[in-house]
T-cell receptor
Framework: GEDVEQSLFLSVREGDSSVINCTYT??????LYWYKQEPGAGLQLLTY?????DMKQDQRLTVLLNKKDKHLSLRIADTQTGDSAIYFC????????????FGAGTRLAVHP | GAVVSQHPSWVICKSGTSVKIECRSL??????MFWYRQFPKQSLMLMAT?????????EQGVEKDKFLINHASLTLSTLTVTSAHPEDSSFYIC?????????????FGDGTRLSIL
């Protein structure tokens, strides 16, 4: 079956790098996404990666995909207080027109 | 680009009332829209997939007569919670997918917080 798992909480010091990890079970997943949710708001797409890629970098964000281990990570460089939010990993079998399977979300707390 | 607007953002109403939530794609045509429900401190649970011009596909355990979905145009889908009760109180979020481009991601609205008294 489809399952996505994330650690629930991460605390980092401002200026450090944050690494949020995610594992998924379905090897047929083709797209993997990272979304950010601030309190009381919807989801903001941060980045996504296709399953034939190993890495994608976008400014402070780096996504690493280990397809063999079904492991996805999101690294945020120079973490700021504004990065404090819940980060959701999600997978899709066939792109954005298909349903997303979400992890439980990782709450990132950034402290001075 | 890829802006999704959801309205209203917050609703408080009495038990037994029906509530309609709108989801609009503002700058693109969305052939597929999705409705999710999120309980406090939990992840998103897909309720249904809505395709323009056809009936919605509901996930297992979601009552289609309770949660009416209409996707009448390429830019608008509505979710109506009929005869709402306190257990329907939740955060409802919609997302939209730009038609014709399978590798494009879903874009989410800001959600609607529904509180039933």
């Amino acid at each position: 079956g489809e399952d996505v798992e994330q650690s629930l909480f991460l605390s980092v010091r401002e200026g450090d790098s944050s690494v949020i990890n995610c594992t998924y079970t379905d090897s047929s997943s083709t797209y993997l996404y990272w979304y950010k949710q601030e309190p009381g708001a919807g989801l903001q797409l941060l980045t996504y990666i296709f399953s034939n890629m190993d890495m994608k970098q976008d400014q402070r964000l780096t996504v690493l995909l280990n397809k063999k281990d079904k492991h996805l990570s999101l690294r945020i460089a120079d973490t700021q207080t504004g990065d404090s939010a819940i980060y959701f990993c999600a997978e899709s079998m066939a792109g954005g027109y298909n349903k997303l399977i979400f992890g439980a979300g990782t709450r990132l707390a950034v402290h001075p | 680009g890829a802006v999704v607007s959801q309205h209203p953002s917050w609703v408080i109403c009495k038990s037994g009332t029906s509530v309609k939530i709108e989801c609009r794609s503002l700058d693109f045509q969305a052939t597929t829209m999705f409705w999710y429900r999120q309980f406090p401190k939990q992840s998103l649970m897909l309720m249904a997939t809505s395709n323009e011009g056809s009936k919605a596909t509901y996930e297992q355990g979601v009552e289609k007569d309770k949660f009416l979905i209409n996707h009448a145009s390429l830019t608008l889908s509505t979710l109506t919670v009929t005869s709402a009760h306190p257990e329907d109180s939740s955060f409802y979020i919609c997302s939209a997918h730009r038609g014709g481009q399978g590798n494009q991601p879903q874009h989410f609205g800001d959600g609607t917080r529904l509180s039933i008294l």
